[in-house]
């Protein structure tokens, strides 16, 4: 057939394709092809049938009261020599103390337990020398730099103290000092904690 050009079927060989609608569509064509001595594609005759209606009558469905071929067994196949046992460690698997950084935030995070418990590592290394951070605490870091969890270089910050931080002196801190912004965002927050007192 010329690409392009509509497709004209004999009134014959439209009630031939009806007839047999519910065949596989290339042994359609075959058959047609074979009996009227033409030349359609797979392609021409499933368009004809969509456009028609013509269904398969297959849904793609099993129908009720059938019998799937896999009844009564685990899977379709069985274990092979590479499936995984059970209790079998994967090769990726990491141990407890395993470190890495996070590509969010740039903070480190150490596993500290089964299965794939991870903490931050500035916490854990606070909370092992002082004791669990208290409620609306966090904890900064002195030089600024995120994957520095010694404990010297930590400092314990109440949140009301990091939102005067954020506000007066984030843009003037550098790693070199960033300790004194910190701690003048500590006196800002205590004079204006006893100025809200007094008031």
């Known amino acids: 057939m010329t ?3 509509a497709i004209k079927y ?4 439209l009630e031939f394709i009806q007839s047999n609608c519910t065949l596989n569509r290339a042994e359609l064509t075959d058959i047609l092809n074979l009996k009227f001595n033409t030349c359609f594609s797979v392609e021409n005759i499933k368009s004809l049938c969509t456009r028609k209606k013509w269904n398969t009558g297959r849904t793609g469905y099993f129908q009720k009261g ?14 092979n020599k590479t499936s995984f046992k059970k209790g079998q460690i994967t090769w990726n698997k990491k141990p407890v103390g395993y ?4 590509s969010k935030d740039g903070y480190v995070l150490i596993k500290t337990g089964e299965p794939n418990i991870f903490e931050l590592k500035h916490r854990v290394i606070w909370e092992k020398a002082h004791g669990l951070v208290l409620e609306n605490h966090v904890i900064a870091f002195r030089n600024q730099d995120k994957t520095d969890c010694r404990i010297e270089n930590l400092i314990l910050m109440a949140k009301s103290e990091m939102a005067r931080y954020n506000q007066s002196f984030q843009k003037l801190s550098n790693p070199e000092n960033n300790e004194t912004c910190l701690l003048m965002a500590k006196v800002k927050n205590k004079k204006h904690q ?3 007192e007094l008031s």
Do not use: H, Y
């Open 10 to 13: 004999s009134s014959a060989q």
């Open 99 to 102: 470190e890495r950084i996070c």
């Open 194 to 196: 006893m100025q809200k």
């Open 66 to 79: 059938s019998i799937p071929a896999n009844k009564g067994t685990k899977g379709l196949t069985s274990a």
């Open 3 to 5: 690409k392009g050009s």
